[in-house]
């Protein structure tokens, strides 16, 4: 799948797009008097088989706003060689993306390594975040699969500033040892870089907020730029994937509000 982004009388639009099997790309952006494009990625095919690789292309122009939807979970078959995803995504000078998938089941035997880049150009904003289930759950399937492989870097200017690299096998690992899961069955990650934010101020204010959420343990972590790093550990991927949600709109609304009293203050 390639997408490329790009702004016209101030409004982003879908300049080009391309899709094979078994992709579809929709744009169900509601209100078009704003600024920001939402995508959304669609799948006819119950999920990765055995041999699959999925390239995605994303390219988003300068001062662009796009936020990439997906339909659903992404499940992982039982298979014998394998199956990679790839992607790549590039922001010009001034764009946002937000990139929120749903959660990843990787089922009994499956085998399956993905890796995201992220190039930014200067004054870029990045919201990112996935979430490992253990497998299914209801049907006993709890860390069955044979190894998850998930490897995200971002660049700015084309120095790495983050990488984030989660490893998961099973059969050579005790999850439920101490610094393991402990306990814990899924897990989620979330990433944020935005150069106007008040990283200070949104991290006390999330972990205030998350210490009354029930049966989750998380932790966060300033980045060398201006953003922050956000682990979460639970037991249910919907709960995980709805916090994810409520923290992306959280650190938008925050931002928008301190870029809006900058601007009044001028």
């Known amino acids: 799948m390639h997408i490329e982004t790009a702004l016209r009388d101030g409004k982003t639009f879908l300049k080009n797009s391309f899709c094979d099997a078994p992709f579809k790309l929709g744009d169900i952006t509601e209100d078009k008097s704003k600024k920001g494009l939402l995508l959304m990625l669609m799948s006819s095919s119950p999920g990765m088989l055995d041999g699959d690789?999925?390239?995605?292309?994303?390219?988003?122009?300068?001062?662009?706003?796009?936020?990439?939807?997906?339909?659903?979970?992404?499940?992982?078959?039982?298979?014998?060689?394998?199956?990679?995803?790839?992607?790549?995504?590039?922001?010009?000078?001034?764009?946002?993306?937000?990139?929120?998938?749903?959660?990843?089941?990787?089922?009994?035997?499956?085998?399956?390594?993905?890796?995201?880049?992220?190039?930014?150009?200067?004054?870029?904003?990045?919201?990112?975040?996935?979430?490992?289930?253990?497998?299914?759950?209801?049907?006993?399937?709890?860390?069955?699969?044979?190894?998850?492989?998930?490897?995200?870097?971002?660049?700015?200017?084309?120095?790495?500033?983050?990488?984030?690299?989660?490893?998961?096998?099973?059969?050579?690992?005790?999850?439920?040892?101490?610094?393991?899961?402990?306990?814990?069955?899924?897990q989620a990650s979330f990433l944020y870089i935005k150069d106007s934010a008040n990283v200070d101020e949104l991290i006390n204010r999330l972990a205030a907020d998350l210490e009354s959420s029930v049966d989750i343990s998380f932790g966060i972590s300033a980045l060398p730029v201006n953003g922050f790093v956000l682990r979460l550990l639970g037991c249910k991927a919907e709960q995980l994937f709805i916090l994810l949600q409520r923290i992306a709109a959280f650190v938008q609304l925050s931002t928008s509000l301190v870029v809006s009293k900058a601007k009044a203050h001028v």
């Not at 979970?73 to 590039?90: C, H, L």
């Not at 870029?124 to 759950?137: A, T």
């Not at 995200?152 to 998961?168: D, P, W």
């Open 53 to 186: 690789e999925y390239n995605f292309q994303i390219r988003l122009g300068e001062g662009t706003a796009t936020t990439l939807q997906t339909q659903s979970y992404q499940r992982i078959y039982q298979m014998e060689k394998g199956a990679v995803q790839s992607m790549n995504i590039n922001l010009e000078a001034g764009a946002s993306f937000v990139y929120l998938p749903h959660p990843v089941v990787p089922h009994k035997g499956s085998s399956f390594t993905t890796r995201n880049k992220f190039f930014l150009a200067d004054r870029c904003s990045l919201i990112w975040g996935e979430v490992i289930s253990c497998g299914r759950k209801l049907n006993d399937e709890i860390f069955q699969f044979t190894s998850f492989h998930s490897i995200t870097e971002i660049y700015r200017n084309e120095c790495l500033i983050v990488k984030e690299n989660v490893f998961i096998k099973p059969a050579e690992m005790n999850l439920a040892g101490l610094g393991q899961m402990e306990g814990y069955t899924h």
